[in-house]
């Protein structure tokens, strides 16, 4: 955590891995992702539970089903899809929000899951809600946006996709992945990005379990290479600042549909 504190422990154990995030609960999943389970702690809300399965749980579940899952959003641009990757607090929630309170779509704020098939990319919808910190949430939410109830351990808020926060159900083809910078930049920039630190930015983003199991390992990185010959990669920067955002949609809009 920001702080120092734990977040959480991965442990080996029969038929499969155990996550303990202490003071909340501990969840296993097992080898094949087929099957979880919860255990919580005295006091710990179902919200936060739920919380702890959607954003954490699920995706390392998927992971061990040989499904390639990334830590990115992604929105609908004209029935195809451009995805934003990047550390935490790098923007991805706000940035998708910005779209979806604006008119396109968003399949999922993290917990990205792509499909291949026969050199196309798809990204497959998660559920359809959009977490987001308070000052977030007041610039870009618009007033009476249902959400879900508070949790234990975050002050974000998890807003439900509705009439003002539209939500894409269905897989789209994903056209390209915009690699968020720090926001040092003094304008909007959309650069290229070769291959190479595609690959890298890749790995840094993915939802991996088990890092030291050869065989997944070597599928995950056989993923990654198809993805980088599929979908174009670039970087994508602004001043993180929110009168920025309509520009941000502007060009990425643009710059998608020219690609």
């Known amino acids: 955590m920001p702080d120092g504190s734990l977040w959480a422990n991965f442990f080996h154990a029969d038929q499969g891995y155990?996550?303990?995030?202490?003071?909340?609960a501990e969840f296993w999943i097992a080898a094949d992702g087929l099957e979880t389970s919860c255990t919580r702690?005295?006091?710990?809300?179902?919200?936060?539970?739920d919380h702890l399965y959607l954003n954490q749980?699920?995706?390392?579940?998927?992971?061990?089903?040989?499904?390639?899952?990334?830590?990115?959003?992604?929105?609908?641009?004209?029935?195809?899809?451009?995805?934003?990757l990047g550390a935490s607090g790098a923007g991805k929630s706000t940035?998708?929000?910005?779209?979806?309170?604006?008119?396109?779509?968003?399949?999922?704020?993290?917990?990205?899951?792509?499909?291949?098939?026969?050199?196309?990319?798809?990204?497959q919808p998660s559920h359809p809600s959009i977490r987001l910190w308070h000052d977030s949430h007041e610039a870009l939410m618009p007033e009476g946006s249902p959400s879900s109830p508070p949790v234990?351990?975050?002050?974000?808020?998890?807003?439900?996709?509705?009439?003002?926060?539209?939500?894409?159900?269905?897989?789209?083809?994903?056209?390209?992945i915009y690699l968020l910078g720090d926001g040092s930049t003094p304008s909007i920039s959309i650069q290229s990005v070769s291959s190479r630190d595609a690959i890298i930015e890749l790995v840094r983003h993915s939802f991996l379990l088990d890092i030291e199991e050869r065989a997944m390992l070597t599928h995950h990185f056989g993923q990654l290479t198809d993805l980088v010959k599929s979908v174009s990669f670039f970087?994508?920067?602004?001043?993180?600042?929110?009168?920025?955002?309509?520009?941000?949609?502007?060009?990425?809009?643009?710059?998608?549909?020219?690609?």
């Not at 155990?18 to 909340?24: C, D, K, N, V, Y």
């Not at 779509?105 to 917990?111: V, Y």
């Not at 234990?152 to 390209?176: I, Q, S, W």
Request: hydrophobic share 45%; proline share 6%; with cysteine.
């Open 41 to 49: 702690n005295f006091g710990v809300s179902k919200s936060t539970i």
């Open 235 to 259: 970087r994508l920067d602004y001043p993180r600042r929110y009168d920025y955002l309509p520009d941000v949609r502007q060009a990425v809009i643009a710059h998608a549909k020219a690609l």
């Open 95 to 123: 940035l998708t929000s910005s779209f979806a309170t604006n008119g396109h779509g968003f399949l999922t704020d993290d917990g990205l899951q792509l499909e291949l098939i026969n050199g196309k990319c798809l990204a």
């Open 18 to 24: 155990i996550i303990s995030f202490p003071a909340l």
């Open 152 to 176: 234990d351990y975050t002050p974000k808020t998890r807003f439900l996709a509705g009439d003002a926060v539209l939500y894409c159900g269905e897989p789209r083809p994903l056209r390209a």
């Open 57 to 84: 749980i699920l995706p390392l579940a998927l992971s061990r089903q040989f499904k390639l899952v990334l830590h990115g959003g992604a929105i609908e641009i004209n029935d195809l899809s451009v995805a934003f």
